[in-house]
T-cell receptor, first 112, second 114 residues
């Protein structure tokens, strides 16, 4: 069964460094999403992406965040200058012609 | 923004017991979904509800979408140890260009005692 994959599974970085989180959505899907889950809290929407542009973003998704689909398979989330409070699980999700979103296993980001 | 109130926050039950959890919202959603999250994993979709009043089953799981579109419940019958995990409700609304935004509840942590 097709699934969303994410790399790396765990990323440790120093405060102020740039990180890029990578996702490979399900191959025939057109809609892509990033969500964040701070430890012990609920999953929060960050951004949706369709047709090579952002459809919607939350207030969490400030100028430090950007997304890109550099080729036909990858979907990336970049955090330009990480802060301690960016430590969280980051989930990628994708959806096809139905609106059901399928989630990847997540990347645990730890900012020191 | 929209807020989902999910209860209970946690549950400890004996294997074989039935479980019920619910979500309420002050806002209307087009679709309600229930996800399960195992430790260190992403949310996995259990049931999606599209119509007000809809009652849907998936094996031992049953969920209903409230008539007002502002609430939903999830029941698990005859619980087994592998039901352990965190269950999230999520409300879905269109967010432009054909994409959708999910708003999650805070989750119900289920523990099953063998």
């Amino acid at each position: 069964e097709p699934e969303v994959t994410q790399t790396p599974s765990h990323q440790v970085t120093q405060m102020g460094q740039e990180v890029i989180l990578r996702c490979v959505p399900i191959s025939n899907h057109l809609y892509f999403y990033w969500y964040r889950q701070i430890l012990g809290q609920k999953v929060e929407f960050l951004v949706s992406f369709y047709n090579n542009e952002i459809s919607e973003k939350s207030e969490i998704f400030d100028d430090q965040f950007s997304v890109e689909r550099p080729d036909g398979s990858n979907f990336t989330l970049k955090i330009r200058s990480t802060k301690l409070e960016d430590s969280a699980m980051y989930f990628c999700a994708s959806a096809g012609i139905t609106d059901t979103q399928y989630f990847g296993p997540g990347t645990r980001l730890t900012v020191l | 923004g929209q807020q989902l109130n999910q209860s209970p926050q946690s549950m400890f039950i004996q294997e074989g017991e039935d479980v019920s959890m619910n979500c309420t919202s002050s806002s209307i959603f087009n679709t309600w979904l229930w996800y399960k999250q195992d430790p260190g994993e992403g949310p996995v979709l259990l049931i999606a509800l599209y119509k007000a009043g809809e009652l849907t089953s998936n094996g031992r799981l049953t969920a209903q979408f409230g008539i007002t579109r502002k609430d939903s419940f999830l029941n698990i019958s005859a619980s087994i140890p592998s039901d352990v995990g965190i269950y999230f409700c999520a409300g879905q609304l269109p967010s432009g260009a054909g994409s959708y935004q999910l708003t999650f509840g805070k989750g119900t942590k289920l523990s099953v005692i063998p």
